[in-house]
């Protein structure tokens, strides 16, 4: 699945105000506010997915993404392969797949649903004000625990 980002522009004011926080508070409201953003788009991507079995909307879930930087938080809505093994399937002859890739995009003989990229198209700005009203509110917690 292709990497979607979020960016904050515009958001000095926000920054500024993490800036003058102990690191370890200011990471915190990041981290959530990412979360809670990352959870609109999982919400709408269980609503569109198709159902067989039911597994590939049970299987959904947001992870943390590995750290890049230092200061960035990021956030995948991801599929459960552990739980949910039989998203990997082996074709007769030997071929593996990912589940969740052919019924997004299809294959030769299959069209493509597509509803992780209409998750996406259809929440990011809701996302987006799921962020910063969560940082909005975090600072304020953070500056009123003070």
Do not use: C, H
């Not at 990412?34 to 947001?62: F, Y």
Request: charged share 30%.
């Amino acid at each position: 699945m292709p990497k979607l980002t979020i960016t904050l522009e515009g958001a000095e004011n926000l920054e500024r105000a993490l800036d003058v926080m102990e690191a370890k508070v200011a990471k915190k409201i990041t981290k959530r506010a990412m979360r809670e953003g990352a959870k609109v788009v999982l919400r709408q991507a269980k609503a569109n997915a198709p159902v067989d079995t039911g597994n590939l909307k049970r299987s959904m879930t947001v992870r943390a993404a590995a750290k890049r930087k230092r200061g960035e938080a990021s956030f995948n809505v991801m599929f459960n392969t552990k739980k949910y093994p039989d998203l990997v399937t082996t074709t007769a002859d030997g071929k593996r797949y990912f589940y969740p890739t052919v019924v997004e995009y299809g294959t030769s003989t299959r069209p493509g649903n597509g509803f992780m990229r209409r998750a996406w198209d259809s929440q990011k700005a809701a996302a987006l004000r799921v962020i910063m009203g969560q940082f909005r509110q975090g600072i304020t917690d953070a500056r009123a625990a003070r």
